[in-house]
């Protein structure tokens, strides 16, 4: 599996809203994701949440209908909040976010179905660019294993990614 994009392909605004965004069939709200690694797989780029700036989480967002797959929603999302392009390496199959439904899920379905969807893939990351569209608002990192996994604590969908990823788990 091997989806990549580069520096130029990149749009320097961030896409906002959820007119476009895609539904499971259950009514989960579709999103995608990457666990980017370092070369040596050491550590892994996170950003600070947009709501709050101490707070840290994988590069992520919503799945929209005018993209092909999942992997180029991913690819899209770590552009615009992290600011990294590069190439999915592998895909780290489907998480549910099983944390009640807010507001924003579909109305259909209120509380029987997950809020979320999550497809969730290894990046290795070819370019990392100093300015990007959320550079304005957010923070990114590179953390080691052990502080992504005390960092995401409250986040079990995003701590399930990066537990199938390949990141050295010593560290």
Do not use: C
Request: glycine share 6%; net charge neutral; hydrophobic share 35%.
């Amino acid at each position: 599996m091997s989806s990549s994009s580069s520096a130029a392909d990149r749009a320097m605004t961030a896409r906002e809203g959820r007119d476009k965004q895609r539904y499971a069939a259950s009514g989960a709200r579709l999103v995608a994701g990457v666990v980017a690694l370092t070369p040596d797989k050491s550590h892994v780029l996170v950003v600070s949440s947009t709501q709050r700036q101490d707070k840290f989480v994988l590069p992520k967002g919503g799945y929209e209908t005018d993209e092909p797959t999942p992997q180029d929603a991913a690819i899209r999302e770590a552009w615009e909040e992290a600011g990294v392009v590069g190439k999915i390496t592998e895909s780290l199959g489907v998480i549910d976010d099983l944390r009640p439904p807010k507001l924003f899920a579909n109305p259909a379905k209120p509380a029987t179905h997950p809020r979320a969807e999550y497809h969730f893939f290894e990046m290795q990351v070819e370019d990392e660019l100093d300015v990007w569209p959320e550079s304005n608002k957010r923070i990114r990192k590179w953390i080691s294993y052990k502080e992504a996994v005390g960092g995401l604590i409250n986040r079990p969908e995003l701590l399930e990614a990066l537990k199938r990823s390949s990141i050295d788990r010593s560290l």
